[in-house]
């Protein structure tokens, strides 16, 4: 019987496990390659410039690059390997609480571990530049006018960071709501194929599926294939939507949040489903 009070339940429990595990360490080794690829080349555009960014732009050139919408995926799918966990302490709460109240509670916990990584990213790409940025809702003129100012470092990573393709559609907070939030239901998909296949009996089939969506998303968004749009990560690139110059897009935004919508839903549906008829008893975190 569905007990709300028991989904929290589990939910929090899992997630202040989450927080606690050693594993959250793997958010700050992921960030390394995030400052080596995505921040410097920001910091080297105020210094060059002597302009400062607007404070949303560095999160949105990290959620933005291709590269490193395989690489925070990939980081969260593997901070997230063990969900959801299934060792004998897990097998005890199931019997306890039901298994409908479970796999809701271990979603819930999803959505709350998601949220808290995306958030993170945000933190993390804004506490940097404090002292060196402006918060007016424009792009900054470094950004805008780096490749005029020095023609020269045409093609650097500043403008494949933030390309024409965001500042000539998008106002700066409009693109970092939309990053924050294809970001978050990127992983949250993710999140949700890892828990379907665990019930329907095949936990590292769906670690091993996530972790191969994650990387041919952002390769075919590398290369810009029509592909793309049929996988995770390249839905949530906010700046392969558009041209540099016109109007319409190349594909709609609100149809990257129906891709969304309607593929979690039906993952989430086949989920309760697998949970009713799920053999808890027969795994343990040492399969």
Known sequence: MLNIKKIFLVSKNEYLRWL????????????????????????ECVNDTGKNLCIFEPFIAVGN?????????LGYVTMMADFPRTDRNALSVVSRCGRLNWALGQMLFSVYAAISYCIAAVIFGTLPIIGKCFTANEWSDGVRLYDIIFPDKAGSAVTTLLPKNLYNQLSPL????????LMLLCLLMLSTVMLLFRLAGYKKMG????????????ALAMISSPAMWAIPTGNAIVWKHFTEYFREPVFPLWG??????????ALITAAVIFSR????????EED
Do not use: H
């Open 20 to 43: 606690l595990s050693p594993r959250i360490l793997l958010f700050f080794m992921v960030w390394v390659f995030i400052n080596t690829i995505a921040l410097q080349p920001l910091f």
């Open 65 to 73: 690059s291709p590269l490193l919408m395989m690489i925070i995926p």
């Open 174 to 181: 409009d693109a970092a709501i939309n990053t924050f939030f």
């Open 207 to 218: 670690f091993f599926l996530s972790c191969a969506l994650t990387a041919s998303g952002a």
């Open 277 to 284: 008829k799920s053999n808890f008893e027969s795994t343990t």
């Open 256 to 265: 990257s949040y129906l891709y969304f919508a309607l593929f979690i839903a």
